[in-house]
């Protein structure tokens, strides 16, 4: 390798297609500095391509890490009541804070609260679309809101009603681009939403 003969382009092309040419390399930055750290960069190379293999033999499959966990047993499921009087589609549903009402909201165009225990109906809160898709009870129990392909969330007063006996709207929010998914609240005064326009 340290033949005094040029290297011509040819010899070349044959020292790339083969290990020979990174000794060369490694040669050649001994002999002179024209090709600096030359021999580093194959070292690094080599640990970083050890590490990559490393880390793709200890990939996993779902099936393969939960092969020796047993199946969880069956839990025993007693049907306590059976709420009835949306004459659609139930799309959401969410317990209050009190673990005793409930509200749902169904493609009738309705919000019911519900007494879970009795199995009455506290309220019933007609709503501007009927394409409801979540309701959430805030924790206290005084608000309830919900929302859907309208694409505004509606807070409702539990509390408070209009000349109708309707449970007030405390407040609309608009400027959703795309149907209200999901609504929770945080407490009385926040809400989180998520929606198809892909923002909370």
């Given amino acids: 390798m340290h033949d005094k003969a040029p290297v011509t382009k040819y010899k070349l092309l044959e020292l790339c297609s083969s290990t020979i040419f990174r000794k060369y390399l490694i040669a050649k930055q001994a002999a002179s500095c024209s090709i600096p750290y030359a021999h580093l960069h194959y070292a690094k190379a ?39 009087g949306h004459l659609s589609k139930v799309t959401a549903v969410h317990y209050c804070g009190d673990n005793r009402h409930l509200v749902s909201g169904s493609l009738d165009g309705k919000l019911i609260i519900w007494d879970t225990w009795s199995g009455n109906k506290v309220k019933i809160i007609p709503l501007q679309s009927s394409w409801v898709m979540t309701a959430s009870y805030s924790p206290s129990g005084n608000y309830v809101a919900c929302g859907g392909m309208d694409n505004m969330c509606t807070v409702y007063d539990v509390n408070s009603r209009d000349s109708t006996g309707v449970p007030k709207i405390r407040r609309e929010m608009m400027g959703f681009e795309g149907f209200l998914s999901c609504c929770r609240f945080l407490d009385d005064n926040k809400l989180i939403t998520g929606s198809a326009d892909m923002k909370m």
């Fill in 46 to 84: 080599k640990v970083l391509k050890k590490k990559k293999s490393q880390v793709g033999a200890a990939d996993k499959t779902l099936e393969d890490m939960c092969g020796d966990v047993s199946d969880i047993p069956k839990i025993p499921l007693r049907t306590k009541k059976i709420l009835k």
